[in-house]
């Protein structure tokens, strides 16, 4: 009986998609709600404006931060759905799961910019990176398995995008183990490997 | 004269698809935002982070549950409209009401998590579901009558819409009247209800 | 030379509907951010549970009211773009008019619900209300006028269209006049406008 | 190794121009968060809700102006991405970074706002005006660069894009130039060649 309407729910890639692209708008836009303007009582000259913009900066670049984790995992999903014919509802489930983690994501990156020196706050991080990075590889694997891929797909695809995620997510892992030394390792590592990501496609060139 | 305007209006399924997709975004992210950093002030070690952590946690299991009821409910819309040729102006309303349910989910669950043994509170989230459940209900008569359902789908397909949600809010109801019992075993049940349409479709292969 | 560039601008209507669709989702939300969990403090039993809920109506059908005026323009644009072949620059801006008036529309809803016996909150109100028929009705002459409407139309689409917003605008108008008598009756009548809109499509059959 | 994944990652223009969508609709609407209703305490007379009211104008400008400065910029991305046939991981990278600045807008506009008379504050709205057109240019030049534009483009559109990003941005320098007088002409300089392109489409009939 479920299994009849199992069979028909959830097999629309491009509401996924568009389900997707307005949760991630959301996340990404989230900590900007955190950058204020400053008072205009503390402000008297242009020297103090300038500080009051400085004192903001450390806000800013955690801002900076998780707008590009979650513009690395947009583009990790939208590489995988665009090379989707179809969607079925185990495969909606893993991606609202996804979708989940993305919400949680600027809580996350909050918490570890505040708490830089706390192995907590480094493990609570790098976990939601890892479940973010779990469920687009579960995503694949019940893509490949149920055909649900376009049959005109390149034959290097899926190994590639396999392959992307698993030395992405061993990076992480690296980085996350750093913490044994020091959590500042830990998160230079982190954003190296997040910096390299978004600049390799301009490198490569 | 309003008739001749009528029957031109509210006939895209795509736009209608697009608003329920911004406004489930919207609604599935918005406890998020209660989810805090814990204060520099109390946090003097790994310990304190820990518990502050913890002390989250209600909120974030709150937060999980919205976001998974809302999947639900998003996966059951997602799967009339995709069966949909187009739509009319009558079964825009119908979403618009069943959307403005949406938008209400976050702040009853809210409710019912922060008085979880007040009849009172879990009436208003089963009201929250029964709702949904009839506006998704009423689309699906009003898409079968008015004949806006696709030529193609298969047979079995409004047969198995219709008795997933009858099915699902006998389930609710049930679960709602152990309320005489206790409000935690309504609680508890509805949860476990939840759950199982969540995995179902992964445990059915 | 701008003239150029103009030429070749805005002329997506799918960008436009996207576009509207974030904008109606967050703006049809908005209001529920006011719907706050009454504190634990205060509740002590089943009826002060009852009571806070109680307390919240007023807010509760304010958001009611705004949803429901931001579905009858929602329909109403979604309308006139269903029936575009392309949007032009021009066509564009009237819209991103619109939509800064959809974006007002929990503002002045709200000032009209704190402040219903003041005929400032009402005209208020009813300028919004006409500021979103304007751009509608100016939204499509620029249209038809520019060419910009699908050849296959039903011929008796035009009128209608235009039918609709003038005799809507003309409701609205005759109810804000209704505040020399009182501010009341004016709020009575726009609201049952408002209902009638939303209904007679099911009526009607 | 990475080159493999690169070359089949973010290709999809509809999905860049969605989530562009979502986040231009949430920066649009970002500024009448701030909009709240007068309190019910200070209002006792008509004339003071008008009063109420009147204080709110400069907020309501300003949220004017950013919504107005959005639109110009997502009917510029827009009209690029419109012109394309398909979207590389470069290109999405250069949107992302685009879509940051305008995550950015409000709060800068509010800056300028609030800080009319400090040169700190235009210099900020400068830079993230600079920086919106300068990611336009970037991803047009990359758009040209690597193929993606679609074949039966008209010849003069290449030209007309960069040509009005060089124009407009030359204009924004000079206005900001203008600080070396006063700060209020950069800014009322700025205010009408915004004004200028708003409206230029509806003059040049």
């Known amino acids: 009986m479920t299994t009849a309407y199992n069979r028909i729910a959830g097999q629309s890639v491009e509401r996924l998609a568009a389900l997707s692209d ?4 959301f996340a990404m836009t989230l900590l900007v709600l955190d950058l204020r303007v400053p008072a205009m009582e503390v402000v008297h000259s242009e020297h103090d404006l300038w500080h009051g913009l400085a004192a903001l900066s450390p806000r800013l670049i955690m801002y900076m931060m998780t707008f590009m984790t979650l513009g690395i995992f947009w583009v990790g999903q939208q590489t995988q759905l665009n090379h989707l014919a179809r969607s079925n509802i185990r495969l909606s489930w893993i991606h ?21 020196a706390y192995r ?30 376009k049959d ?10 396999c392959r992307r995620i698993v030395t992405a997510q061993a990076l992480y ?11 500042r390792w ?20």
């Open 22 to 25: 307005g949760i991630f708008a």
């Open 96 to 116: 609202i799961a996804f979708l989940f983690f993305v919400t949680i994501t600027p809580f996350s990156t909050a918490l570890l910019a505040q708490f830089t």
């Open 120 to 149: 907590v706050a480094l493990l609570a991080y790098w976990l939601n990176i890892l479940f973010l990075g779990s469920a687009l590889y579960l995503s694949w694997g019940c893509a490949t398995r149920s055909g649900l891929v």
């Open 152 to 161: 005109d797909i390149a034959p290097e695809v899926p190994a590639a995008v």
């Open 173 to 183: 892992a690296f980085g996350a183990l750093l913490c044994l030394i020091g959590t």
């Open 186 to 205: 830990s998160i230079a590592f982190i954003a190296m490997v997040q910096f390299y990501y978004v600049l390799a496609p301009r490198l490569s060139r």
